[in-house]
């Protein structure tokens, strides 16, 4: 088969099997319980026999690459994994999101590939820097929210005052679905506010399996939790006599958040999060390519690359580059074309890949996300797609980097091996690469959005490349994009400014201060700068 060989399946099952298709991220502040929901949505789906088996985190099981010292040192999750699993009917992708905020702009590129996101909060912390940052990333692309507040088991906060802040510090209005009955840390459960039932909490050992919950109507749930049950008919009435009634189309246009209320570690309320996933969350649609057109998700396969990974197993020092299905039937095997390149693209290795385990994948749909092993040739942004004509979708957007240092290798003899760790760590988003002709080949600048970047990047270039870098930072706290590039010698000519340029093309025009910004543009009112887009920023 080759690239102009359109794979067309039948477009009747490929919409079926795309309505099927829940794709999703947990966006959270660090520590708020992220990997213990992803591990008990997991759970409840029954994909792994133990909590723990999705992610290495610190002292849990399935540790075992070693690049993630970093990760283990630090307890946060850097690298991404997309986890798919069948829940009722659905198929649902899970795909993780990084914690830490300096990886924002990896966030961000997860963020493209779902269709709604879960915003994770702590009932006693409630909305956190991370969070806020996520969120605004979901606002800025309009992605449908489900807030679940966490750790419901021990002592937080009130539930009114947590929705309150949702609307008055983010605006988005709250739509409660469960009400949690008893206070934090005295939970007896929750109010179904579809249904009008009570949830019976039962205490359940951390991680051992799905909880149980019992159901019980009205008059059960009174004289049961007497107090606590009224409070909560009372507390909830007041959020839904003020805008909180549950709307549908109100959660798809992202003006509103359904809110669940629960506990991860015990289970709890996890079962109805994955309900409202598979009733009430978006499904896949077509995406808009570059010319303005949507492709229909049952045209011939297209895809785009939001990811490059290289190091995931330690034992392989492999690439992944992970792709999410935007139309069509993606089969192992076929060969698609990348639109960016022109140059045919071969998927013989196509696999899934969550946290350190991995399974050969033979076809996926909209809304699935693909691990293409030993994918040198894709970079972040590329289209992928079978038959003709060539379609692309728009690039992922770079962050404005904030922090900036020039790398060079620390033995001289491993200039090759600098020189191909630097390329790799550009393709992979790691950190952004900016080269001038000024400063040659051999002393790139990296740029980063935090300088937490620049850590991942030091330590892969000794531990995975075999070329231990020094890094001298630059003081740069101004930057804008340079409209015109005949007018870089202007910029270059000033003592504490100068031009670079990025992997995608851009011009980078890089000034000490804001005043030595301003002190140029008076003196050359010619000069074009733009400011640089920092979604989510
Ligand atoms: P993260 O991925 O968002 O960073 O958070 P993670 O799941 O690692 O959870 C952070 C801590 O919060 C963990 O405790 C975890 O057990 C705890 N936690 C998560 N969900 C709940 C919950 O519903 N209730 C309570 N009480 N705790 C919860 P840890 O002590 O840091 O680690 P561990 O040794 O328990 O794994």
């Known amino acids: 088969m080759t690239a102009g060989d359109a794979v067309r399946a039948e477009p009747v099952e490929v919409l079926a099997q795309a309505g ?18 992803t591990e008990a949505l997991a759970l409840h789906a029954r994909v792994i026999s133990e909590a723990g088996a999705v992610h290495g985190k610190a002292g849990r099981r399935g540790v075992t690459s070693d690049w993630m010292e ?4 630090r307890g946060i999750s850097i690298t991404s994994a997309a986890l798919q699993f069948g829940y009722r009917d659905a198929v649902i992708n899970l795909l993780d999101t990084p914690g830490h905020a300096d990886f924002s702009e990896d966030t961000y590129r997860v963020l493209s590939a779902v269709d709604s996101a879960v915003m994770l909060l702590d009932a006693a912390k409630g909305l956190e820097p991370q969070t806020l940052k996520l969120f605004d990333v979901c606002r800025y692309r309009g992605i449908p929210v489900i807030t679940f507040i966490n750790k419901w088991d021990r002592p937080g906060r009130d539930a009114l005052d947590l929705c309150d802040e949702l609307s008055d510090r983010i605006g988005l209005q709250p739509m409660p679905l469960t009400w949690p009955v008893g206070t934090a840390g005295h ?19 951390a991680g051992a399996g799905a909880a149980p919950e019992e159901r019980r109507d009205a008059r059960q749930a009174e004289a049961e939790a007497g107090g606590d049950w009224h409070r909560a008919l009372e507390e909830s009435e007041l959020l839904r006599a003020s805008g909180g009634e549950f709307a549908a189309a109100r959660f798809a246009d992202a003006t509103a958040t359904p809110v669940l209320f629960g506990s991860a570690v015990r289970n ?43 190091g995931m197993d330690p034992s392989h020092r492999d690439q992944v580059a992970f792709a999410r ?26 696999q899934q890949v969550f946290g350190q385990q991995r399974s050969t994948l033979d076809t996926a749909y909209p809304g699935d ?35 900036f240092a020039v790398a060079r290798p620390a033995d001289l003899g491993r200039a090759k091996q600098f020189r191909k760790g630097v390329e790799q760590l550009g393709a992979e988003g790691v950190v952004q690469v900016l080269r001038s002709d000024r400063r040659g080949d051999a002393a790139p600048v990296l740029a980063a959005v935090g300088p937490m970047q620049f850590e991942v990047a030091t330590h892969r270039m000794s531990s995975e490349f075999g070329s231990p870098v020094r890094l001298e930072h630059l003081p740069y706290n101004a930057i804008r994009r340079l409209a015109d590039p005949r007018q870089r010698a202007v910029v270059d000519s000033g003592r504490r400014s100068e031009v670079l340029t990025r992997d995608d093309g851009a011009e980078l025009a ?13 003196g050359h009112p010619e000069l074009v700068l733009e400011p640089l887009v920092a979604e989510g920023g």
């Open 187 to 205: 939970l007896r459960g929750v109010l179904d506010l579809t249904e009008g039932d009570f949830i019976r909490y039962l205490p359940s050992t």
């Open 268 to 310: 709890f309320g996890v079962r109805q999060l994955l309900d409202l996933l598979v009733d009430l969350a978006p499904r896949p649609a077509p995406r808009i390519d570059t010319g303005g057109a949507a492709r229909e998700l049952d045209a011939p396969f297209s895809a785009f690359v939001f990811k490059v990974q290289t």
């Open 70 to 73: 970093m990760e283990r040192a």
């Open 369 to 403: 996300v693909i691990g293409l092993v030993n994918a040198t040739a894709l970079r972040v942004g590329d289209t992928l797609h079978a038959g003709r004509p060539a379609v692309r979708f728009p690039g992922l957007p770079s962050f404005a980097p904030a922090h």
């Open 325 to 350: 299905v935007c139309s069509g039937m993606f089969e192992r095997g076929m060969v698609v074309t990348n639109s960016t390149t022109g140059r045919p693209f071969a998927t013989k290795y196509a």
């Open 510 to 522: 890089l000034f000490a201060e804001e005043i030595d910004l301003r002190l140029m543009l008076r």
């Open 20 to 37: 099927r298709r829940r794709s999703f991220a947990v966006i959270s502040h660090p520590d708020a319980g992220k990997s213990t929901l």
